[in-house]
């Protein structure tokens, strides 16, 4: 297993932008697939947006055209650039690593303890 810790998150305005970051620890880095899931009170955890290590990227239908996921491999990092943000996106965002199916939090047995985001209409 890997350690994670999210940073970045905060409040923002509607149409805003925020930048979360992922640390992770751990010599086996480059084996997870890296993905953010989010989850507001009373919802379940959902997919936001994941990258494999060589770069493909997968992301949720509603944050298509608007987050970017990138990954520093040298720096064992992973990256959400969060642009035109929404009220609709105010969600704890979850850092995870696993393997398998991506968008199914099944597949992760490694999480971050989580970054508030706020997005105020």
């Known amino acids: 297993q890997v350690q994670l810790v999210e940073s970045g998150g905060g409040l923002v305005q509607a149409g805003g932008s925020l930048r979360l970051s992922c640390a992770v620890s751990g010599r086996t880095f480059g084996s997870y697939f890296m993905s953010w899931f989010r989850q507001a009170p009373g919802k379940e955890r959902e997919f936001v947006a994941g990258?494999?290590?060589?770069?493909?990227?997968y992301y949720g239908d509603s944050v298509k055209g608007r987050f970017t996921i990138s990954r520093d491999n040298a720096k064992n990092t992973v990256y959400l650039q969060m642009n035109s943000l929404k009220p609709e996106d105010t969600a704890v965002y979850y850092c995870g690593a696993g393997r398998g199916t991506y968008y199914s939090t099944r597949s992760y047995n490694s999480w971050g303890p989580g970054t508030q985001v706020t997005v105020s209409s």
């Open positions: 990258t494999s290590w060589s770069g493909v990227t």
